[in-house]
């Protein structure tokens, strides 16, 4: 299994940015599909955004459209989460998670339960 931490969390103001950071360890060498979840207190767990480190193809929930940006850094092995206009109901605790893929380009699902890497979290919360 690949060793993450996540980094970057904390509190904003609503319309406010943060970047999140994954710092990934333990690869084998292998192309993994990569992505950031999040989970609200009382909520279940859900998909933000995913990429094939492969073929750097992204996945995004509908609600972070246009607002998230995920991307990789291969030289660090490090995963970003750039989001932008932050609003209440981004608040979460936001997770890294890593799985081994054998396609190169295809997209990665955010289905969590394919995920066998977890980071231990960073906590984003978003003021009104």
């Known amino acids: 299994q690949v060793q993450l931490v996540e980094s970057g969390g904390g509190s904003v103001q609503a319309g406010g940015s943060l970047t999140l950071s994954c710092a990934a360890s333990?690869?084998?060498?292998?192309?993994?599909?990569m992505g950031w979840f999040r989970q609200a207190p009382g909520k279940e767990r859900e998909g933000v955004a995913t990429i094939n480190t492969g073929g750097g193809s992204t996945v995004y929930a509908d609600s972070v459209k246009g607002r998230f940006t995920i991307s990789q850094d291969n030289a660090k092995n490090t995963l970003y989460l750039q989001m932008n206009s932050l609003s209440p109901d981004d608040a979460a605790m936001y997770y890294c998670a890593a799985r081994p893929t054998g396609y190169y380009a295809v997209p990665c699902s955010m289905a969590s339960s394919s995920f066998d890497s977890w980071g231990q979290g960073t906590q984003v919360t978003v003021s009104s």
């Open positions: 333990g690869y084998t060498g292998r192309r993994y599909c």
